[in-house]
């Protein structure tokens, strides 16, 4: 579901009808005053009636105007009206809330409008450099227009990114005509595009190269689009720098799409170019990981035979991967001790050694290595601590606040206005002013103020602040109860256990609804609209369409987490997988490696993001079993060998003691 989570620019209807706060259930919000929540309530009106334009919002507003959020609604009111809003309003507006984060966007809005309006001397009049790219281009475009032509220095600084707005077209064919942009330049550029992956920039630039530098520039697009037909065609390029450039990159991008098409035309292809050391290994790593992600049997001959210039961290861990899979235990051992040293430190490769040694018939041995990472709060610490016969080192802290650096920072202004956007719902900008607001405060400061977030209910600040060192211990506020009542009724009602619910919110959005990833999946459980109507329609439930509730989130969250246990045995660590990657990857995998226990199953995914975000999930769902019960189910017990249905954990079911001595933690 949740690839790189974002976070909506748009308002949410719902959160800005009752506030964040409220919405989610604040399990230690302070109570606001009944003067400033009849200023909240009053505000969310009247921005709803900015939003729309015009001054109707002033007689909604009549008793906000020493609200610290009054800013928000002339500028929403404006935003609305850009189109025909004259120079002068946008001005009185920017010189009476200078540094206020409305006023920064109205002046990048209101520049792009005049921009495209061609009214470039107010565009110069407003404008200052570090607004962004596309502006950066306008400027240009308006210094163009009034007849001021251009050097390389007004270029040199947005020639450094691979890709440019639209807004750089007309200054980019202007520099063209005029000399400007030399080959040297065309190719440093390109270069930048090819390192960034953009055939569209190398597409574009080419059409100003002539002759064998605009092929070579060809080969390149078509190495980055199409890499199987570029890996077909290029046995018939010459010989060059560049054409063995674009065939080294369409080699690495065809491994990655289809690693026996790879390996098929290898042979032409090295035969053919004089490809420089570094390429051919590149080449050849490429082709190695990509075999061993796919599990073909020679991968891990490959692997053991990719010679010591082409190896890296990622092939020596492939290299284990593939001998677990096999559960070839002697070649595990020996991938296991070729891996760098720092590899060799982190949690994982600690168990799998661990976990080898019991394998190979030392038990002992096995058994003490496991009972140094049961020390860990982790995935692998809760399956070593199974293994050991351990209870689970989970070991929480309290925050040790101060009152009087918390009121003080409740008493800046910048930061009373990001608490206030919290409470009404304007989610991304309370963000966005929460790092203004501690723009350049120590540590202490941002841990102060995150604690104060975790109390008002605002999780996603304390989650995000307390990931690092020993505040990892402040389990209460990284792993919060937020609405505990409607998460562990929708999760019984769904037939799944609570814990695991709260785990899969936790690790998709860090608890914040209005989270919006690049694949189009929203909210807390984060959901892909179309699978949400499924889901709504399956189980006869209305939904309109809004997935930024979380009331209607987690309902048909908990629906669709059941939905995928029901196809794979109830197991969560595939529904997991499957909630991340899709259903029919995870049918695949089982196909492939169905017959492996759990643990190896979850080592052998062949996605990392995927690898990654079950073993959080389950680990998640330990932490949060004790942090509702006191106790927690095994892991192992959550983690059946596939084939063998699972039951959700009830009243019955034995749970492991957590402890905490000097040794853990």
Not at 89 to 103: F, I, Q
Not at 412 to 438: D, I, K
Not at 521 to 528: D, K, P
Request: contains cysteine; hydrophobic residues 45%; charged residues 20%.
């Amino acid at each position: 579901m949740l690839r790189l989570p974002g976070f909506r620019r748009i308002v949410h209807p719902a959160l800005l009808a009752c506030g964040l706060a409220a919405c989610l259930g604040a399990q230690a919000a302070t109570a606001p005053t009944t003067t400033r929540q009849a200023q909240r309530d009053a505000f969310r009106k009247a921005y709803a009636a900015a939003q729309q334009g015009g001054t109707a919002w002033q007689a909604l507003a009549t008793h906000l105007k020493s609200y610290p959020l009054y800013p928000w609604l002339p500028a929403a009111a404006l935003e609305h009206d850009i189109a025909t809003v004259s120079t002068a309003r946008v001005e009185r507006y920017l010189k009476r809330y200078p540094d206020l984060l409305p006023a920064h966007d109205l002046r990048r809005h209101f520049l792009a409008e005049l921009a495209r309006r061609k009214d470039w001397s107010d565009f110069r009049h407003l404008y200052h450099p570090g607004l962004g790219t596309a502006l950066a281009c306008d400027a240009l475009q308006g210094k163009l227009a009034q007849g001021k032509p251009l050097a390389w220095k007004d270029l040199s600084t947005i020639w450094q990114h691979a890709a440019l707005p639209a807004a750089c077209t007309p200054v980019q064919q202007w520099a063209q005509v005029h000399g400007l942009l030399t080959r040297q330049r065309l190719w440093q550029r390109i270069d930048l595009a090819v390192d960034a992956g953009n055939p569209h920039t190398i597409a574009t630039l080419s059409r100003w190269l002539v002759g064998d530098d605009k092929i070579q520039a060809q080969h390149l697009t078509m190495a980055l689009r199409d890499p199987a037909t570029a890996a077909d065609q290029a046995q018939h390029w010459v010989d060059n720098t560049r054409n063995q450039q674009a065939a080294t990159l369409a080699m690495v991008r065809l491994a990655r799409q289809d690693s026996d098409q790879a390996d098929h035309r290898w042979p032409a292809l090295r035969s053919h170019f004089h490809f420089s050391s570094a390429q051919t290994d590149r080449i050849r790593r490429a082709m190695a990981v990509f075999t061993a992600t796919d599990f073909t049997p020679d991968a891990l001959s490959l692997l053991i035979h990719l010679p010591a210039s082409a190896q890296n961290a990622v092939t020596r861990e492939w290299r284990v991967r593939v001998a677990l899979a096999a559960q070839n235990w002697p070649a595990a051992l020996a991938a296991i001790n070729a891996l760098d040293p720092e590899q060799k430190k982190s949690a994982e490769w600690r168990y799998w050694h661990a976990r080898v040694l019991g394998e190979l018939g030392y038990p002992k041995a096995a058994k003490r290595a496991y009972t140094r990472l049961a020390h860990q709060a982790t995935y692998y610490g809760f399956l070593s601590a199974d293994r050991a016969g351990l209870p689970y080192a989970i070991c929480p802290i309290t925050f040790d606040g101060d009152s009087q650096q918390e009121q003080a920072l409740l008493h800046r202004p910048a930061m009373e206005r990001a608490f206030e956007l919290f409470y009404v719902g304007l989610l991304h900008e309370a963000r966005r002013v929460w790092v203004r607001a501690l723009d350049g405060s120590s540590a202490r400061m941002h841990q102060l103020a995150a604690q104060l977030a975790w109390q008002r209910g605002w999780y996603d600040r304390a989650i995000r602040t307390f990931s690092y060192g020993h505040l990892k211990h402040l389990y209460r506020e990284r792993f919060p109860l937020a609405r505990q009542d409607h998460v562990s009724a929708q999760a019984r009602a769904a037939g799944i256990a609570p814990s695991w619910a709260y785990a899969i919110i936790r690790a998709e959005s860090a608890w914040a609804p209005d989270a919006l990833s690049h694949a189009n999946a929203r909210g807390l459980m984060q959901l892909v609209p179309d699978t949400a109507r499924l889901i709504a329609g399956r189980h006869g439930m209305d939904f309109d369409g809004d997935l930024y509730d979380p009331q209607t989130n987690i309902a048909l969250g908990t629906r669709y987490l059941a939905h995928l246990a029901a196809k794979f045995d109830n197991a969560p660590y595939l529904a997991s997988a499957a909630y991340n990657a899709g259903p029919d990857h995870v049918a695949a995998w089982l196909a492939q490696r169905g017959k492996l226990a759990p643990d190896l199953f979850v080592a052998t995914i062949p996605y990392h993001e995927t690898r990654d975000y079950v073993m959080r999930v389950m680990a998640y769902s330990v932490i949060y079993d004790w942090r509702l019960h006191g106790s927690a189910v095994a892991l192992s017990r959550r983690m059946p060998v596939w084939g063998k249905t699972y039951t959700p954990p009830d009243a019955g079911t034995p749970r492991k003691s957590v402890a905490c001595t000097a040794d853990h933690g």
